[in-house]
């Protein structure tokens, strides 16, 4: 419980998952437990891989959108869940929350030019690890070019990985990998054996 009585995992739960290649998972939004899950193929992006499309290029370039991180956490999981099918529940919110609290949770917001949050992602953190969960966008391609700014974070702060859990044909245009779970597993520990500095711009 947490400690105005909403139900949530505790954070030493999740951390201690995360730390074994699984991650938590609701049938639906309104869903009161999770399944827990993992991947027999793995998807990454390794850092020197990572690449956006040249209007996405523009668009940062024009500075379009602003960047700011951890000030509005609950409510990216809460437009990332704004959708007709999703595994992120209220369960799941409120523990990640928690978990943001301590210090391993992380968002990625951009906003537009009225100052309305347009898109944006959140994920954990766990060593030099970044295990990325979920994003949105409100505005058109804001969702990329958070993940932009989200590479820029994971570079200058020390990161050695950043997992998607699944490869995709849409994270593939961003360098997106597959490798197997025995592979991740050992990039996991490594990258676990580190620190990085702080999830900052």
Same mark, same amino acid.
């Given at each position: 419980?947490?400690?105005?009585?909403?139900?949530?995992?505790?954070?030493?739960?999740?951390?201690?998952?995360?730390?074994?290649?699984?991650?938590?998972?609701?049938?639906?939004?309104?869903?009161?437990?999770?399944?827990?899950?993992?991947?027999?193929?793995?998807?990454?992006?390794?850092?020197?891989?990572?690449?956006?499309?040249?209007?996405v290029e523009?668009?940062?370039?024009?500075?379009?959108?602003?960047?700011?991180?951890?000030?509005?956490?609950?409510?990216?999981?809460?437009?990332?869940a704004n959708?007709?099918?999703?595994?992120?529940?209220?369960?799941?919110?409120?523990?990640?929350?928690?978990?943001?609290?301590?210090?391993?949770?992380?968002?990625?917001?951009?906003?537009?030019?009225?100052?309305?949050?347009?898109?944006?992602?959140?994920?954990?953190? &766990?060593?030099?690890?970044?295990?990325?969960?979920?994003?949105?966008?409100?505005?058109?391609?804001?969702?990329?070019?958070?993940?932009?700014?989200?590479h820029q974070? &994971?570079?200058?702060?020390?990161?050695? &990985?950043?997992?998607?859990?699944?490869?995709?044909?849409? &994270?593939?245009?961003?360098?997106?990998?597959?490798?197997?779970?025995?592979?991740?597993?050992?990039?996991?520990?490594?990258?676990?054996?580190?620190?990085?500095?702080?999830?900052?711009?």
């Open positions: 419980m947490n400690t105005d009585g909403r139900k949530i995992i505790p954070p030493e739960t999740l951390l201690e998952a995360y730390g074994q290649g699984i991650f938590p998972m609701s049938e639906s939004r309104d869903d009161s437990t999770v399944g827990w899950y993992s991947a027999r193929q793995r998807g990454i992006i390794p850092m020197d891989q990572f690449k956006v499309s040249s209007n523009r668009i940062i370039r024009q500075g379009r959108f602003q960047c700011r991180v951890n000030t509005r956490f609950r409510d990216v999981m809460v437009e990332c959708r007709r099918s999703t595994w992120i529940s209220e369960l799941i919110i409120d523990s990640f929350e928690v978990l943001h609290h301590a210090g391993h949770a992380h968002s990625v917001e951009m906003y537009n030019s009225t100052g309305d949050l347009a898109g944006g992602l959140y994920g954990v953190s &766990l060593g030099s690890a970044f295990l990325g969960e979920s994003m949105f966008k409100n505005d058109k391609e804001a969702d990329k070019v958070a993940l932009w700014h989200c974070i &994971l570079q200058k702060n020390g990161f050695t &990985l950043w997992d998607t859990q699944f490869y995709t044909d849409h &994270l593939a245009q961003f360098g997106c990998v597959e490798i197997s779970a025995e592979e991740y597993q050992k990039r996991l520990e490594s990258a676990m054996e580190k620190e990085h500095k702080e999830f900052r711009i």
